[in-house]
C-alpha cells in the first residue's frame, strides 16, 4: 500500500465531512472538491435550500432562494458552493437593480433639442435607456448620459440638433436659467460635451458644461456653495460657532492628536506646547514640561475665548 493510499484513507476516517464517494482510489484523485453541507445557510441574499445531484468542476449545486425584494427577483437560482463560499454570488441579479433604482434619474416627459423622453427602455450598457420621440415624427432611442451631455439631440433627422440659440437669450425666448445661474451664450463644443458661459446671481460669469447644468450639480459660481458653508459652520465676529460649542477640555482633539488634548503637542524636544486657533489665527499659550500644564493653560484659553463668544452669539441671536 503506498503513501497515497494511506494519507487518503486517514483522510477519509478522521474528516467526517469527507465522504468515501470523493475519492477514485483507481486514480488516487479526488471527484468532489467540498462536500460540507451548506443547506439553511444565508449569503447576502441567498439562502441554500438544498444540495442537487448537478456537479460544476467538481463542487455541489445548491438550489438557492433569494430575498433581495424586487418585483422582478427569480425567487430561486442554482449556485455551486465555491461560489457561495467566496460571496461572489449574493443575489440572483435584482439587488443590483435595486442599487440602480435608488440613483435612477427619471427623464419622462423632459425634452433635450427635439427629443423627449417617452420612457425607459432597457439598458445600454450600464446607462438606462430611453425611448424618445423626435420632433419630426420619428421615435429613437437614446442613454441618460446621450441626453444629458447633449450628445444627442435628434433622430438624426438635423445634424448637431441642439441648436445654441435654444438657451441662449433671443427675440422669442428669453435665456435659461438654471437655479443661480443665467445662459449668456455658447462658449464651445469639445469632445463630445456643450459648455455655455453663465452669469451667476451674484454677478460672476462662469463656464459650465450641459450634463452639469442638467443633472443639477453645478447651482451657481461658486459662491453658493461658499455662503452654504458659512451658514453651516454659524461664523460670529470671524469664528465657527459650531466648531469651538463644548465646555472647556471636552472639546474632541483633532485626528491624529497623540496627546488627546486640542491644541496640546509635544515637540521634538519633548517639550508640550499649548496654543488655540481664535478668529483666523493661531495664539501660542506657552510652552511647559507636564502634558497637565498644557491642557490646564489650554482650558483657561478656552474658557476666556471661546465661552465668551459663545455667550456673546446667543445674547446676540435672541
Known amino acids: 500500500m503506498d503513501f497515497c493510499t494511506v494519507w487518503m484513507y486517514l483522510i477519509r476516517e478522521w474528516t467526517p465531512q469527507v465522504t468515501q464517494q470523493q475519492y477514485d482510489y483507481g486514480k488516487n484523485s479526488f471527484i468532489m472538491i467540498n462536500t460540507q453541507d451548506l ?22 449545486v445548491y438550489e438557492c432562494q433569494c430575498d433581495c425584494g424586487r418585483p422582478d427577483c427569480r425567487r430561486i437560482i442554482y449556485r455551486s458552493s465555491r461560489l457561495l463560499k467566496r460571496t461572489q454570488v449574493t443575489d440572483c441579479g435584482g439587488a443590483a437593480s435595486l442599487t440602480h433604482a435608488r440613483h435612477f434619474k427619471d427623464l419622462t416627459g423632459k425634452k433635450f433639442g427635439m427629443l423627449t423622453a417617452l420612457k425607459e427602455d432597457g439598458k445600454q450598457g450600464r446607462s438606462t435607456r430611453w425611448l424618445c420621440a423626435c420632433d ?25 440638433s441642439f441648436e445654441i440659440k435654444d438657451w441662449a437669450e433671443t427675440d422669442s425666448h428669453p435665456a435659461m436659467k438654471f437655479d443661480q ?28 458644461t450641459q450634463s452639469q447644468l442638467l443633472s443639477g450639480r453645478v447651482h451657481s459660481c461658486g459662491c453658493f456653495a461658499v455662503e452654504k458653508a458659512k ?15 463644548g465646555k472647556a477640555g471636552e472639546r474632541k482633539p483633532f485626528a491624529g492628536s497623540k496627546s488627546g488634548i486640542r491644541g496640546v503637542y509635544q515637540n521634538s524636544r519633548g517639550i508640550w506646547i499649548a496654543q488655540i486657533f481664535f478668529r483666523g489665527r493661531p495664539i501660542y499659550l506657552g510652552s511647559f514640561k507636564t502634558v497637565d500644564e498644557a ?22 441671536a435672541k
Open 231 to 245: 451658514e453651516n459652520a454659524l461664523l460670529f465676529n470671524g469664528t465657527s460657532i459650531r466648531s469651538i460649542r
Open 181 to 208: 445661474l443665467t445662459v449668456l451664450r455658447h462658449e464651445k463644443y469639445m469632445k463630445g460635451t456643450h459648455y455655455w458661459r453663465c452669469q451667476c446671481s451674484c454677478g460672476n460669469e462662469t463656464v459650465v
Open 295 to 316: 491642557r490646564e493653560a489650554r482650558e483657561r484659553a478656552e474658557a476666556e475665548m471661546f465661552d465668551k463668544t459663545i455667550a456673546e452669539w446667543k445674547e446676540a
Open 39 to 60: 443547506t439553511g445557510q444565508k449569503f447576502g441574499h441567498l439562502t441554500a435550500v438544498r444540495k442537487t445531484e448537478e456537479r460544476k468542476n467538481g463542487y455541489i
Open 136 to 160: 419630426c415624427g420619428n421615435q429613437t432611442h437614446a442613454t441618460t448620459h446621450q441626453l444629458l451631455a447633449g450628445k444627442k439631440g435628434s433622430c438624426g433627422c438635423r445634424q448637431n
